[in-house]
């Protein structure tokens, strides 16, 4: 008797293994957050976008998370300044045609009804002087088209450190012809030329290709035939001191150019803005499939985002053909 009551309880058993039981478990219920973008500097009319955060597993729809109804004000102390007013795509603009100051803090208010009202403050720093700035043509270093070569330049300059803690950009242009208004977009009210970028050679130890390595002091000589579009640097090792910068960069000058010139850019951070770039950075060297995804940095209270001024300093360079 025993027997076949021992073969039905392992039938049992094996039946109640095999079988499965989903349950499924709701997430969450998320509260959408208030997602501020605005970079300032003393030369730009205010704007800012304004936008809400997605939960987990939410798809992306950017028409549902533009913000149409922010009273968005720009304070000084407890003074409006201010005021952007909704000028579409979750972009507010300007309302008074006022322009930021430099190293004075601003507040950046933004009130949506029904959500968390959100604040950040910030500042655009002083420009820093730049001195001893040349440029220097190395020779040819291609000949491409017989009428149109390319030649390698050096630009050395020195930047002139304030005491305490500073955070630089900068990056050497060129006026052209606007590709976009001619080729993609010619319907657009785009200008007819603009600045645009020139790569440079990651070669020199005075500075870094991205904001992580120059948060971590490391220079750009890890890869000699890389090229930049911008370079970064800290004055960690140089705070309040006089520092040479020299960059290198080859340019075909004939190529669509309508200036014989370049613009040197440099631009002085607040910290905020160099700490959004550094996370950014840093997220995009993160390898994802084995690492988790790092919080990127947010200086927004009450929400998320961030609010960051900076300021700049430009010196243009007639290009010398004749060496």
């Known amino acids: 008797m025993k027997r076949p009551r021992l073969i039905l309880y392992a039938l049992l058993l094996l039946t109640w293994m095999a079988c499965e039981t989903v349950v499924e478990i709701d997430p ?3 509260d959408p957050e208030l997602v ?8 730009s009319l205010w704007s800012a976008a304004i936008h809400r955060s997605l939960g987990a597993g939410e798809s992306l729809d950017p028409a549902a998370q533009y913000v149409e109804n922010a009273t968005v004000t720009i304070l000084s102390n407890s003074d409006i300044v201010d005021t ?3 000028a579409g795509r979750g972009h507010y603009v300007s309302n008074s045609e006022r322009y930021p100051v430099a190293g004075k803090p601003y507040t950046l208010r933004a009130q949506v009804p029904g959500m968390t009202t959100v604040e950040a403050v910030s500042a655009a720093p002083v420009p820093t002087p730049i001195t001893e700035i040349s440029l220097e043509n190395l020779g040819e270093v291609s000949s491409g088209a017989p009428v149109s070569p390319e030649y390698k330049f050096r630009i050395r300059f020195r930047l002139e450190d304030p005491p305490g803690r500073n955070f630089y950009r900068f990056g050497i242009y060129e006026f052209r012809g606007n590709f976009f208004r001619r080729h993609s977009y010619p319907d657009l009210n785009l200008p007819d030329s603009v600045y645009q970028s020139i ?3 990651a070669g020199d130890v005075s500075w870094s290709c991205n904001y992580s390595d120059a948060y971590r002091g490391t ?3 890890g890869c000699p035939s890389c090229t930049c579009i911008n370079a970064a640097l800290t004055d960690q090792l140089f ?3 006089s520092y040479q910068v020299s960059v290198t960069f080859s340019l075909d000058p004939s190529s669509g150019g309508t200036r014989n010139e370049v613009l040197l850019l440099l631009s002085t951070l607040s910290e905020d803005y160099f700490e959004v770039k550094r996370t950014l950075a840093e997220q995009a060297e993160q390898n994802a499939a084995f690492s988790a995804p ?3 940095y947010s200086n927004v209270k009450g929400g998320l985002g961030v609010f960051a001024g900076y300021s700049n300093t430009g010196v243009f360079l007639p290009i010398p053909l004749d060496e």
């Open 199 to 201: 790569p440079l050679d």
């Open 84 to 86: 952007l007013r909704y």
């Open 36 to 43: 501020v973008t605005s970079y300032f500097e003393p030369d």
């Open 294 to 296: 790092l919080d990127i």
């Open 239 to 241: 705070d309040g001191q």
């Open 219 to 221: 220079p750009s000589t």
């Open 28 to 30: 969450p219920a998320y």
